[in-house]
């Protein structure tokens, strides 16, 4: 059962698998909307091990794929052919079959550090429309979601709500490779918003947050309220 502290739509599927196809039955659908009324539409993803079965579904869609910009709710801060980027995992999960040719918009731009890389990737990002379409998150074990970690230096500045900056650097203090987020305000500039999250340890997770547990997933589930839609499988 799931908290009733929450007050967004909550999607649940018996299977991953079935879950990853309702989730991108539905995001095709509003980036074909986001299509027709404004002749192109953006989407957020995120990374991890959770969304390449959505990612292969989504990929199938034949929608006007040369419209769509995709671009990462968080990055690693390595080179795109890592086995650690995100890039890397979109690029051979999702930008493929009828999506090859949506466009891609990347985080990681070379520079030694996301500090030095963080004005030239926040400029990037403004080359956007807002709002974003769709935003797709995830959230891990921990309670984080994008590269908003607990306890971790610059969650306060990128968590923000009023702040003008769409990306903030992280350095998770348990995980050796600095990130790229996007705020918590960028995030929550969309159209559709989306927690996709599978497994019963990360429902409870989430129910935890959602009763009020300090966790940076929290942050979005209070400032999204019913906007937010919870993607959920046992």
Not at 24 to 37: C, M, P, S, T
Not at 46 to 59: E, I, K, M
């Amino acid at each position: 059962m799931l908290s009733n502290h929450f007050d967004g739509e909550v999607i649940f599927a018996n299977s991953t698998q079935a879950l990853a196809e309702l989730l991108a039955a539905d995001v095709a659908g509003w980036l074909q909307g986001g299509i027709k009324e404004r002749g192109s539409a953006t989407l957020v993803v995120s990374g991890g091990s959770t969304p390449a079965p959505f990612f292969n579904a989504l990929s199938l869609y034949e929608i006007q794929w040369s419209e769509v910009t995709v671009t990462l709710a968080d990055e690693r801060w390595v080179p795109a052919d890592d086995n650690l980027s995100n890039e890397k995992l979109v690029k051979e999960t999702l930008l493929v079959n009828a999506a090859s040719s949506a466009q891609f918009l990347s985080m990681y731009n070379g520079a030694k550090t996301p500090e030095e890389g963080w004005q030239r990737c926040d400029d990037s990002l403004r080359s956007l429309p807002n709002p974003y379409d769709v935003v797709v998150l995830g959230m891990g074990g921990d309670g984080h979601t994008a590269s908003l970690f607990p306890d971790t230096e610059g969650l306060t500045e990128a968590s923000i709500l009023g702040a003008d900056k769409l990306c903030w650097p992280m350095h998770p203090s348990h995980i050796s490779e600095a990130r790229m987020t996007l705020t918590l305000a960028a995030l929550l500039d969309c159209r559709q918003l989306v927690l996709h999250i599978t497994g019963e340890d990360k429902r409870k997770v989430f129910q935890r947050a959602a009763e009020g547990e300090n966790l940076p997933i929290a942050s979005v589930i209070e400032a999204a309220k019913s906007r937010l839609q919870l993607y959920w499988a046992a």
